[in-house]
């Protein structure tokens, strides 16, 4: 896959820029910023980006693979893209946060365009902290970054964009699931399951399907399968 990276010092938010103009521009462009001032993260929430941090959106068009799994292949390639740049592991928790060293040095969100249940198009945004040092109250127990004199912005950049190209292009043989299974700090973990139209749900992560949902064995002894929500450590 071909990608066109347009490069800005700061924007409201680069899946907002993208998603404006995204009729105009082709399939693989991809916006990066070093700063945003109206960052987005899931569930409405803001993503503190100052200019130590990595922010870019992906515009893709013509996709057949659905944004939930758009996100867990994205997640698979910032893993592997920051162990390549920096020899770093970092771990995921189901669905789009990235860990490192117990603190969550990157979100994904990936926004799709829909027209008569068709994937227009789909704008998947990546937000990485590099070394920011001091966040905001209310995340500064959560955040954290990769670590001091991080200045490899673009060489991270092409090979997040690289894994990303291949694991979309392999994405049928399945072997992108394995990997993030292996790196999922959800997986046997005790969770509560907040979603948008249901009451919280307890129970234990015991997988992750090919749709990228995270199966979970409920307190009663019962087998759901979250598409939507978020999965918090209890
Ligand atoms: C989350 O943690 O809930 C997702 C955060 C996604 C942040 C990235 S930064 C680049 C792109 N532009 C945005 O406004 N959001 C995404």
């Not at 970054?145 to 060489?155: T, V």
């Not at 299974?181 to 919280?200: E, F, M, Q, W, Y």
Request: net charge positive; glycine share 8%.
């Amino acid at each position: 896959m071909e990608f066109k990276i347009i490069k800005k010092d700061i924007v409201t938010s680069t899946n907002d820029v993208l998603k404006k103009d995204a009729e105009k521009y082709e399939s693989g462009t991809v916006l990066c910023a070093k700063e945003q001032t109206h960052g987005k993260g899931r569930s409405g929430r803001s993503f503190y980006s100052p200019p130590t941090g990595l922010y870019f959106s992906v515009l893709l068009k013509g996709e057949q693979i659905n944004p939930s799994v758009l996100t867990v292949l994205a997640a698979v390639a910032v893993m592997k893209g920051i162990r390549e740049t920096y020899g770093i592991k970092t771990q995921v928790k189901w669905v789009n946060d990235i860990f490192y060293d117990g603190r969550k040095v990157c979100g994904i969100l990936t926004e799709g365009a829909f027209k008569k249940n068709k994937l227009r198009h789909a704008i998947v945004g990546i937000g990485i902290n590099i070394s920011t040092e001091i966040f905001p109250d209310e995340i500064k127990n959560i955040a954290g970054s990769l670590g001091e004199n991080m200045n490899k912005n673009d060489e991270l950049l092409i090979k997040i964009l690289d894994n990303f190209s291949y694991e979309i292009q392999n994405f049928s043989d399945g072997k992108f699931l394995e990997f993030y299974k292996k790196n999922c700090l959800t997986l046997g973990r005790k969770v509560r399951l907040i979603s948008a139209d249901n009451s919280p749900v307890d129970g234990v992560a015991i997988d992750i399907g090919n749709n990228a949902e995270l199966i979970v064995k409920t307190d009663s002894g019962e087998i759901k399968k979250i598409f939507y929500g978020e999965a918090q450590f209890i």
